[in-house]
């Protein structure tokens, strides 16, 4: 397989070759999937993601946030044991970060934003992370493994990184269980549409370095078919963009990651949708 081919740049079309070190964001390609339970495909989200970036308008309706540099790096390695690659990802993320750059993480299934946490945790005396998701991930174990997909935010607690959770709309009596004992902040998805995202909503004293983990299945199931386990009653467009401003205006977001989109064939719009929202994310950034 030709990588380059299967993982072009992000917006190569526009951008041409560009160099990492005066890059301000860094995309890593992440195509590992190893414990999904309905739908699958995911490692196939962040080629699908790159190769319709190149479908992008540059301008994100404010400005142009690749002016300031977006370099791809070559897929992470995701063969062997779960905590081998998660270990590739950690480095990889510690990496971009003591560079002083942005990472942008493009899964593949939830369980990668486990080596960018550990990354950030080691980078930053103090930081946050806000997960935008359908499912709350707080499962001790899962089909028998503690590095499931559907484990990742109880291995970020159990790191002792504070997160918020938004758009949860699917969990189990553990799970619920788990997050009133432990006050752990949550917007979930039926609140917010009906009455909008609070005005006041960061909790007090949260870290000001913030990681974002966006699950695609975050936006309802009308929207993003594409992904493993679809919930229908998710979050709007609009109001996943009011979410990424709202946490961009709020705090410095030190990197991001998307993650489960499952390609379908045919449906080039949730490819579209998924690189669309990492640009302008990007754009939210910078501008705020």
């Known amino acids: 397989m030709n990588k380059r081919h299967e993982y072009p740049a992000f917006l190569g079309s526009e951008l041409g070759p560009q160099n990492p070190e005066t890059s301000l964001f860094h995309i890593v390609p992440v195509p590992y999937e190893k414990t999904v339970t309905y739908g699958k495909g995911t490692e196939k989200g ?28 070559g897929p992470i390695d995701c063969a062997g044991r779960a905590e081998d690659v998660i270990s590739r990802i950690e480095k990889t993320i510690s990496l971009v970060l003591s560079s002083g750059k942005i990472p942008v993480m493009l899964g593949g299934e939830h369980t990668v934003s486990l080596g960018a946490a550990r990354a950030v945790r080691k980078s930053f005396t103090d930081a946050g992370i806000i997960q935008l998701d359908a499912h709350a991930d707080l499962r001790n174990v899962y089909d028998g493994t503690r ?29 619920k269980y788990f997050r009133e004992s432990n006050e752990i902040r949550c917007y979930d998805a039926p609140g917010l549409n009906k009455t909008g995202l609070p005005a006041n ?3 007090e004293g949260f870290p000001k370095d913030v990681y974002v983990t966006i699950d695609i299945d975050s936006l309802d199931s009308s929207i993003m078919p594409a992904t493993g386990t679809p919930e229908p009653g998710g979050l709007s467009w609009y109001m996943t963009l009011d979410i990424l401003m709202s946490i961009a205006k709020q705090r410095r977001i030190v990197g991001f990651d998307l993650v489960e989109l499952a390609p379908v064939a045919g449906l080039h719009h ?11 994310f990007m754009g939210a950034i910078l501008y705020g």
């Not at 190149?54 to 790096?73: C, M, N, S, Y």
């Not at 949730?270 to 302008?280: E, N, R, S």
């Open 270 to 280: 949730c490819d579209y949708t998924a690189a669309k929202l990492i640009y302008l």
């Open 147 to 175: 590095l499931s997909h559907a484990c990742i935010m109880r291995r970020v607690h159990d790191l002792g990184i504070p997160f918020v959770q938004m758009g949860v709309r699917s969990l189990s009596p553990d799970e």
């Open 46 to 73: 962040p080629s699908a993601i790159l190769k319709a970036s190149w479908q992008l308008e540059i301008f994100d309706g404010k400005g142009v946030p690749a002016e300031r540099g977006i370099f791809t790096h």
């Open 201 to 203: 909503w960061m909790p």
